[in-house]
């Protein structure tokens, strides 16, 4: 979602990352060692890109500390980096992974060597706004919980790593230079957007090795309260700080809204600057305690090789056997879904709750990031599927909100809601976590939870007017055809647990709620469109036309994107429209029809009206299984996985949007990807790669194998299931569960595999 | 301080707010009666006010429940009302009393009958933007923890009382009118400045007899989360809420920046409708503790009688036998000098401190409104006299603040400094605290605090400057005339406690530091002038010119008014001016040069070049003592007290400055002032008051007594304290601690009491 459009196509001339050994098969190597950090953190020439950045952090961290190649990122490099950027500003500890919108950019700490700290003087000009130092490509590297760079004006090699809540940076400096290193409060978001502004914050020495300090800032996120502490290896001898134009030197503190420092350190020894920085959403002691219980010592080389077992156990849970270049952009997908949600309670458990309190859970951890109008539809599925423990965490931290805020996230950064995006989908991850069975989720809670956020009116949800017309009036809530269909998917998963708890009047309720999308459907034009509160269809229409975030029916895209969003009845829609030929023809044509108007910003990595760059179109490759013709599947599914992904920094047709590009990629590679996110069942495509084992949460494996003789084999030709005929183009998750082995003959061309009406995917897998 | 000029000779035409029958001498009565709680509240005309509120609060309480007569306070109305205007907007629970510039008015409380509820409907014009209703001072009353006023539009009748950190509020309506009450969360300061802005707020309705909710806020506190938390006497049967342009009807919750609603209340008890609302600065779970400890029932009268006897016994800490008026101004005064500093900790002890981190007392209470360029002049002394157990949580409040944010408050409001005006003034009020053995005080850790906080450069304070050039350079900090006069006078307290504490290097340091006022002393000119850091005076020079905030070497004054800033060596500057009769010269031209050039907004009250409304003169008449020549302060003192203060509206002749203008009056009504704050010597000018007794700390009774024929013996024939003559021009704390009687021969003719050598004040009184 949200980022400036550019022109995809041109990406294909993107050079390569990789060095020409990662060619060819193998096996045995750690799976980190596939992860190139650096895929989709830049578009090349105009093309888009994922936003992602290359820095070091463990999975789901808190810090995720990497470089920041504009002085304030914004939009075009919301995680802070562009790859075609060549100076950088600093490192860093917080960020967002594939969003279009900025935030976050905590703390940014910059070596430096050249400082004339002696210059300085009351108010003399005082210190770069802002310091940067040019680098190159050529002397960057990074892996997971790992990134380094030459910053080539200073010649001073910088190393980054991370535990979840705090960052270790170490600097080697050329003999004989001056240690400094410039601390900047001042660094953030561009604040020409969403009211940026420092509240106030602070630099205070505990003692010649120590810092500690925070800052208050509003921005996307309404207030974020960020507290570090910070030890160094070296003890600084000298520090000049500016607030403003305002000078100190060698002060013990410093508050205000605009403070940065510079800070130069003994260099008697000769050894690499280190430097340790946690952080806290809640206090100064807090973030000092999550310092000494996670990073204790000074063994950066450790601490690197802990991030990277964190990492590798994590990735490993899915094994793959594949070329190089195919396991580099599963195993770096894979990794760009593990970046977020973020951890965002300390380790004694203290947290800032929605309604601004500190509180402390008695268990578990907290987390927020949750950029659930994308990650509902496949990252979440991935979680409940490889991250159960964290699953529970997730929905217990929606709950939390829920509870001080009255209804569950939209959009939640650092705790908070910005109601980016439209409908409430932290209720088909609840759903789908309560009937997956993620542990420690209190069932009468959750469904407390999603029923009252399905009842009580909060902004792009006047649920009054929902039951009162039985669609979205446009002129009552604009984005009306989008929040009519998905919001429609939400009262279905309400529906579901409504059913599983026994509660038959609240089943029949949003049961008939997840069928309101049939009232905006026109059958003269075929689509769904959008009308006023008097039942007056709005005019003119025209099935072409974008929507960006609001003053049109549609979210992000158009008619045609849309029309496909009934992931709860496919076989309603289908009727709807007119059978299953009229369908099987609307989605020829819907991956056909080159006609492009004036496209939202978002709208990107086309195959016809298909766009794979925003997530509205990211189930319609799968449904020709639903009408009884699963080689188009293949075909379509096999074309997005070959085409709209690579291994270089535009390696993503579009924001990654927190994971869920990279969600799609490895259910899709492995062979199947969740329609409906939460009914249990997985429709299968066209599986790339030719075996995968997935460590289950049941802790049984299920393993996915594609025969292929060349890479043209993209069409099932026959399937088994722990060697048993298997004539279903779906698998149900509850079959996963058990562990075994399915198995895929592959074929360069179509076959009837899965074609006939008992292939077709259920409504319902549990 | 800092308030738009008027011409404060206008309120000579003020219409008296008494009865007539309040004239003539009273004895029996208890003192609350006397207190008016309208003076101060408005100018007359275009003269200058008080800017003081009429409602309802509590002694130092958190919930200051007033009515609000503007939609959006500001300079001319900073406490919110203005007995000018004749509209009133709600009643909000929090405000400042007599500041110029204005901020908090939290939760606004407006009952209504009229408001159409049926016809709201989604985007429909909604709700008017504010509400309001004419009023009339013939229907308003007010006393010591109690309002009234009647609703002239809707016949309602509005009473208010409160409790520490509670509002309770009595609607009485019309028969048979709607019941309706408006909540308004958008209510505040003017939006206008400060950067002022709502960053999100809540209505939660817990049951059909409660509300809960917050907001967070930046103002001039740049960061305020205020809790709370309602209950009703009466179910809610209806409501309406809106955010900006979006409506809710019948809602559980709301939350958003721009939020209000309308609770329309069930009507077949005809009784009046109670609301009781509690605020906390850290939850709302906090805000409901507050609200059942403090007001657990629902008997209004009952605690309007705990309100009024809470005052009664902090107001009859000084008894005085007098004329009814001088009852009422003094009363008053007293009264206002009592509404600040305020309470900022939950019953549970919990506070937000200065680095916004939610933090728990171990005992006493957390308080903030530390006006402290004003109050730390004659306030806080007044405080340590008649509140020694609240000066031990001043001073702790103060040194929470040294704790966390590095150095004492300068101005704190809500917690947090806002750096208003200039000088440390924390530090005389925690040394006099610690010499006068206020309890609870941790004196090593007080001392480090004054220490630090002179020795940290912050904002105003660049101390590197400051000992390097021994004044302050006008080019390196601005307004640096007054502030080098301030900073040698805070300096001396630091050098008294570093005495007390045998810290012998430090009092060198410190002492040395509190003579640099005469490296600003330019003896052609005999005035104290700007300096660059080269050693330039600064020219052209004016001693009548006035600066105001910054961009002159004088604070909202002149160099008239600040010459006599040396309180801490008056006879340093006697010698340096060239001995006393040059000294007594200048003083009678103070008094009598009538030239006004471009005068500052707060100066006001004229007598020559003493303008009474704002504090850098409030000393100044005491000084004629210091040169023998104590009748004229006499003359001055009374003159100021008769012609600067009276029983209206505008019985002020500026800002009272959170109590400063009123603790001048006490102490000088009584006899005698601290010309220097923290020297333990209390300077004798003419008793007004023919009889006051005062609790001293110490639980002794100090009994000053002034017998008069007729109000014109304004003049000192002779004095004996406790029977025995005496002729000194002052008195010392230590003395009074012990009990006495005081007793003053007045009488219409300047007499040579007190004129010999041997009389004059002395420098250090412990």
Same mark, same amino acid.
């Given at each position: 979602?949200?980022?400036k459009q550019e022109n995809y196509l041109l990406a294909a001339i993107a050079f390569m990352l990789v060095p020409l050994s990662?060619?060819?098969?193998?096996?045995?190597?750690?799976?980190?060692?596939?992860?190139?950090?650096?895929?989709?953190?830049?578009?090349?020439?105009?093309?888009?890109?994922?936003?992602?950045?290359?820095?070091?952090?463990?999975?789901?961290?808190?810090v995720q500390l990497s470089p920041d190649t504009s002085e304030a990122p914004d939009w075009g490099d919301a995680s802070g980096?562009?790859?075609?950027?060549?100076?950088?500003?600093?490192?860093?500890?917080?960020?967002?992974?594939?969003?279009?919108?900025?935030?976050?950019?905590?703390?940014?700490?910059?070596?430096?060597?050249?400082?004339?700290?002696?210059?300085?003087?009351?108010?003399?000009?005082?210190?770069?706004?802002?310091?940067?130092?040019?680098?190159?490509?050529?002397?960057?590297?990074?892996?997971?919980?790992?990134?380094?760079?030459?910053?080539?004006?200073?010649?001073?090699?910088?190393?980054?790593?991370?535990?979840?809540?705090?960052?270790?940076?170490?600097?080697?400096?050329?003999?004989?230079?001056?240690?400094?290193?410039?601390?900047?409060?001042?660094?953030?978001?561009?604040?020409?957007?969403?009211?940026?502004?420092?509240?106030?914050?602070?630099?205070?020495?505990?003692?010649?090795?120590?810092?500690?300090?925070?800052?208050?800032?509003?921005?996307?996120?309404?207030?974020?309260?960020?507290?570090?502490?910070?030890?160094?290896?070296?003890?600084?001898?000298?520090?000049?700080?500016?607030?403003?134009?305002?000078?100190?030197?060698?002060?013990?503190?410093?508050?205000?809204?605009?403070?940065?420092?510079?800070?130069?350190?003994?260099?008697?020894?000769?050894?690499?600057?280190?430097?340790?920085?946690?952080?806290?959403?809640?206090?100064?002691?807090?973030?000092?305690?999550?310092?000494?219980?996670?990073?204790?010592?000074?063994?950066?080389?450790?601490?690197?090789?802990?991030?990277?077992?964190?990492?590798?156990?994590?990735?490993?849970?899915?094994?793959?056997?594949?070329?190089? &270049?195919?396991?580099?952009?599963?195993?770096?997908?894979?990794?760009?879904?593990?970046?977020?949600?973020?951890?965002?309670?300390?380790?004694?458990?203290?947290?800032?709750?929605?309604?601004?309190?500190?509180?402390?859970?008695?268990?578990?951890?907290?987390?927020?990031?949750?950029?659930?109008?994308?990650?509902?539809?496949?990252?979440?599925?991935?979680?409940?599927?490889?991250?159960?423990?964290?699953?529970?965490?997730?929905?217990?931290?929606?709950?939390?909100?829920?509870?001080?805020?009255?209804?569950?996230?939209?959009?939640?950064?650092?705790?908070?809601?910005?109601?980016?995006?439209? #409908?409430?989908?932290?209720?088909?991850?609840?759903?789908?976590?309560?009937?997956?069975?993620?542990?420690?989720?209190?069932?009468?809670?959750?469904?407390?939870?999603?029923?009252?956020?399905?009842?009580?009116?909060?902004?792009?949800?006047?649920?009054?007017?929902?039951?009162?017309?039985?669609?979205?009036?446009?002129?009552?809530?604009?984005?009306?055809?989008?929040?009519?269909?998905?919001?429609?998917?939400?009262?279905?998963?309400?529906?579901?647990?409504?059913?599983?708890?026994?509660?038959?009047?609240?089943?029949?309720?949003?049961?008939?709620?997840?069928?309101?999308?049939?009232?905006?459907?026109?059958?003269?034009?075929?689509?769904?469109?959008?009308?006023?509160?008097?039942?007056?269809?709005?005019?003119?229409?025209?099935?072409?036309?974008?929507?960006?975030?609001?003053?049109?029916?549609?979210?992000?895209?158009?008619?045609?994107?849309?029309?496909?969003?009934?992931?709860?009845?496919?076989?309603?829609?289908?009727?709807?429209?007119?059978?299953?030929?009229?369908?099987?023809?609307?989605?020829?044509?819907?991956?056909?029809?080159?006609?492009?108007?004036?496209?939202?910003?978002?709208?990107?990595?086309?195959?016809?009206?298909?766009?794979?760059?925003?997530?509205?179109?990211?189930?319609?490759?799968?449904?020709?299984?639903?009408?009884?013709?699963?080689?188009?599947?293949?075909?379509?599914?096999?074309?997005?996985?070959?085409?709209?992904?690579?291994?270089?920094?535009?390696?993503?047709?579009?924001?990654?949007?927190?994971?869920?590009?990279?969600?799609?990629?490895?259910?899709?590679? &492995?062979?199947?990807?969740?329609?409906?996110?939460?009914?249990?069942?997985?429709?299968?495509?066209?599986?790339?790669?030719?075996?995968?084992?997935?460590?289950?949460?049941?802790?049984?494996?299920? &393993?996915?194998?594609?025969?292929?003789?060349?890479?043209?084999?993209?069409?099932?030709?026959?399937?088994?299931?722990? #060697?048993?005929?298997?004539?279903?183009?779906?698998?149900?998750?509850?079959?996963?569960?058990?562990?075994?082995?399915?198995?895929?003959?592959?074929?360069?061309?179509?076959?009837?595999?899965?074609?006939?009406?008992?292939?077709?995917?259920?409504?319902?897998?549990?």
């Amino acid at each position: 979602m949200k980022m400036k459009q550019e022109n995809y196509l041109l990406a294909a001339i993107a050079f390569m990352l990789v060095p020409l050994s990662a060619f060819g098969k193998t096996e045995e190597k750690r799976v980190t060692s596939y992860v190139n950090p650096f895929i989709g953190t830049g578009a090349v020439a105009s093309s888009l890109s994922g936003n992602n950045y290359p820095g070091a952090t463990v999975p789901f961290g808190m810090v995720q500390l990497s470089p920041d190649t504009s002085e304030a990122p914004d939009w075009g490099d919301a995680s802070g980096y562009d790859y075609n950027k060549t100076k950088i500003y600093g490192f860093s500890h917080t960020r967002l992974s594939g969003t279009g919108a900025a935030d976050l950019f905590d703390v940014l700490l910059m070596p430096t060597t050249n400082n004339e700290m002696s210059e300085l003087h009351y108010h003399a000009p005082v210190m770069k706004t802002a310091y940067n130092a040019s680098f190159s490509h050529e002397q960057e590297s990074a892996r997971p919980g790992y990134y380094q760079v030459k910053l080539l004006d200073t010649n001073i090699n910088a190393e980054l790593t991370a535990s979840t809540r705090a960052g270790f940076h170490r600097y080697s400096f050329p003999e004989g230079a001056k240690h400094q290193l410039v601390f900047d409060l001042v660094h953030s978001r561009d604040k020409g957007g969403w009211g940026t502004r420092i509240i106030n914050s602070q630099f205070k020495m505990v003692d010649e090795y120590s810092i500690q300090g925070y800052r208050v800032i509003t921005g996307w996120a309404k207030l974020r309260k960020v507290y570090f502490y910070a030890q160094f290896s070296q003890p600084i001898r000298e520090n000049v700080m500016t607030d403003g134009y305002t000078f100190y030197r060698n002060n013990s503190v410093v508050n205000g809204s605009h403070i940065r420092g510079v800070f130069e350190f003994d260099t008697q020894a000769d050894a690499p600057l280190l430097v340790k920085l946690a952080l806290s959403p809640v206090s100064v002691e807090n973030a000092k305690e999550n310092l000494e219980k996670e990073i204790p010592g000074w063994d950066f080389d450790a601490t690197v090789a802990v991030a990277e077992n964190t990492w590798e156990q994590e990735l490993g849970k899915i094994k793959i056997e594949a070329e190089a &270049i195919q396991k580099q952009i599963f195993y770096t997908a894979l990794y760009h879904t593990f970046i977020q949600p973020n951890t965002l309670s300390d380790v004694n458990g203290e947290f800032m709750a929605a309604d601004y309190s500190t509180r402390r859970l008695k268990q578990g951890v907290h987390y927020s990031t949750f950029s659930l109008w994308d990650t509902y539809r496949g990252a979440h599925p991935l979680y409940t599927l490889l991250q159960p423990e964290r699953t529970g965490d997730f929905v217990n931290s929606m709950i939390s909100q829920y509870e001080t805020y009255g209804y569950l996230p939209i959009w939640q950064l650092w705790g908070q809601d910005n109601y980016c995006m439209i #409908g409430n989908h932290s209720i088909p991850v609840i759903v789908d976590a309560v009937f997956k069975n993620a542990p420690g989720i209190d069932v009468e809670k959750a469904y407390e939870a999603v029923k009252q956020s399905s009842l009580i009116p909060h902004p792009g949800s006047p649920f009054t007017a929902w039951e009162q017309f039985k669609y979205m009036p446009e002129n009552i809530q604009t984005q009306s055809v989008s929040i009519t269909l998905e919001m429609a998917y939400d009262d279905w998963c309400v529906a579901q647990l409504a059913k599983k708890m026994g509660k038959e009047d609240d089943y029949k309720r949003f049961d008939a709620r997840s069928q309101y999308y049939r009232n905006l459907y026109n059958p003269k034009s075929t689509f769904f469109q959008g009308k006023d509160d008097k039942g007056n269809w709005m005019e003119p229409f025209d099935p072409f036309k974008y929507g960006a975030n609001g003053g049109y029916p549609f979210t992000e895209g158009n008619a045609w994107q849309y029309f496909w969003y009934v992931p709860q009845d496919v076989y309603g829609l289908i009727n709807l429209v007119g059978g299953e030929e009229v369908f099987a023809k609307k989605l020829d044509d819907f991956f056909t029809l080159d006609h492009q108007g004036d496209l939202n910003h978002n709208a990107s990595g086309f195959i016809g009206q298909y766009a794979h760059g925003n997530e509205p179109s990211h189930h319609a490759a799968y449904l020709y299984n639903y009408v009884g013709k699963p080689w188009k599947t293949q075909f379509y599914v096999s074309k997005i996985l070959n085409e709209m992904y690579n291994n270089t920094s535009s390696g993503y047709a579009g924001n990654d949007d927190c994971g869920e590009m990279s969600a799609w990629y490895v259910f899709s590679a &492995i062979g199947f990807y969740p329609v409906n996110p939460a009914n249990g069942v997985y429709v299968i495509g066209s599986p790339l790669i030719e075996n995968a084992s997935i460590t289950m949460p049941s802790g049984k494996t299920f &393993i996915v194998r594609a025969k292929k003789s060349s890479p043209k084999d993209i069409y099932i030709q026959s399937v088994t299931l722990n #060697g048993n005929k298997y004539e279903q183009t779906f698998i149900r998750h509850e079959d996963m569960m058990k562990g075994g082995v399915i198995e895929f003959e592959m074929g360069s061309e179509p076959s009837q595999w899965g074609a006939k009406k008992e292939g077709r995917p259920i409504d319902w897998g549990f």
